[in-house]
């Protein structure tokens, strides 16, 4: 089997970290297992029969390795994530007909349909620096405004490409990188890249990205940010992040915007006509219909006092378009204020309000117990038969144990119910149990 460029770069980069391995390489090198024990079930409200249960449970282990670096003016280290998902329990087979428990959510699927007994991944990064720059070939996990990894199932995302941070200069961060290929949460594939509505075999293997973080003071930072996922969209990214010590509490203002616009295969009706599509809403005729044309722009505030945070925002999606992001149909994330358990209220002219609160019971004397609900109203939905709406509510307890032999192990509840004319009605449970072992 042929290796790629960017696989061949890093096996000779591991390669030659063996040949001189330093005592600070092995000396800052750190390590952990993580075990998570994840259970999920969901119920589609309004199919036929309400038949399309999905209860899985697994067990994941997430082992990370994180080497130092080399002595001298350039420093050489290497990193490595090993993934590997157990099932305990999934119900039948997808696509089964009648009442069923159906799997796809926690697992991959066999032939039949029905859930694998286990799975795993791998990943390497070669990593180079020099002073405050740090460049990573290799398995990748962006958290950027324009690309940004899932890590919402028992094991998470996986990008593969090349990144480079620097921090010469006081306050500013910068970081550029190029992405070729994902594995999914519930996957060992990797895939091609692509957005939600383009067809299984009209994908892109570059997304171009760049941008910075200025800290303008102390409490205000600014943020740019463009991203390309070649034949398919270009997008800017701009936003403001401000902390403000009040008398009595403190506020954070988030502000966001995103302009997206069609780039090469998606720009031209023939290349529409391959698949090169975006989900969204154009009437009928539209020369257009399937380009990428999207202006999302949102406020979150946050007012914190004590263990108490009550949060209000709002978000416009303006264009034709829904929201593009990376969306290999497998799981995903985007950097909106609406993304949340279940939904991400990213359709073309969506209008969303969302309010929540939040406690953290240390300030009552319970260290690591910490509850929050929030609550998303979203309408005026572009579709064929008017402005659709919809509504989502979230429900969200952990606690982490803050001594004893099993110091920092956790447990999660979410619960989230969505309801609308836009989407399939839904009731979803998330229990998450997980322990961090150190290794190294």
Excluded: C
């Amino acid at each position: 089997m042929n290796k790629s460029p960017l696989a061949l770069a890093v096996i000779a980069g591991t390669l030659a970290l063996a040949g001189t391995a330093q005592a600070a390489f092995v000396e800052d090198s750190k390590s952990s297992l993580t075990l998570r024990n994840f259970y999920y079930d969901r119920n589609d409200k309004n199919t036929a029969n309400n038949n399309s249960e999905a209860s899985e449970w697994g067990q994941g282990f997430i082992f990370n390795y994180a080497s130092g670096y080399t002595e001298g003016t350039v420093g050489f280290g290497v990193d490595a994530v090993g993934l590997l998902g157990v099932k305990l329990d999934s119900g039948g087979r997808d696509n089964k007909a009648g009442r069923d428990r159906r799997p796809g959510q926690l697992f991959p699927l066999e032939s039949d349909g029905s859930a694998v007994d286990d799975y795993s991944k791998a990943g390497l990064t070669a990593k180079a620096k020099v002073s405050n720059t740090e460049l990573r070939l290799g398995t990748l996990q962006p958290k950027l405004p324009v690309v940004n990894f899932n890590d919402g199932r028992m094991l998470p995302q996986l990008f593969e490409g090349g990144q480079i941070t620097s921090g010469e200069i006081d306050n500013l961060t910068l970081t550029a990188g190029q992405l070729e290929h994902a594995k999914g949460r519930s996957s060992t594939d990797s895939t091609s890249l692509r957005i939600g509505g383009a067809t299984s075999d009209a994908d892109s293997n570059k997304f171009y990205y760049a941008g910075g973080d200025y800290k303008l003071s102390k409490d205000l930072t600014a943020q740019y940010y463009y991203g390309n996922l070649e034949e398919f969209y270009e997008q800017h990214f701009v936003g403001l992040v401000h902390n403000w010590a009040l008398p009595v509490g403190a506020l954070k203002s988030d502000l966001r915007y995103f302009d997206s616009s069609s780039d090469g295969k998606n720009a031209s009706a023939a290349g529409r006509g391959e698949g090169y599509v975006s989900n969204g809403f154009w009437k009928a005729g539209d020369a257009n219909r399937g380009e990428v044309d999207n202006q999302t722009w949102s406020a979150l505030f946050t007012y914190t006092l004590g263990g108490h945070a009550l949060s209000a925002g709002y978000q416009q999606v303006d264009g034709n378009s829904d929201f593009p992001f990376l969306n290999q149909g497998d799981g995903s994330s985007s950097y909106l204020i609406t993304d949340v358990q279940i939904n991400k209220f990213a359709s073309a002219g969506e209008r969303t309000w969302l309010a929540g609160y939040a406690y953290d019971f240390a300030k009552l004397g319970v260290p690591g117990l910490k509850a929050s609900a929030l609550y998303l109203s979203g309408d005026n939905i572009d579709a064929a038969s008017g402005d659709n709406k919809e509504w989502e509510r979230d429900l969200r307890l952990d606690y982490v144990l803050q001594d004893g032999a099993l110091k920092g192990l956790g447990f999660t509840w979410r619960n989230a119910s969505l309801r609308g004319n836009d989407s399939t009605d839904l009731d979803e449970n998330r229990l998450i149990v997980s322990y961090t072992l150190p290794l190294l």
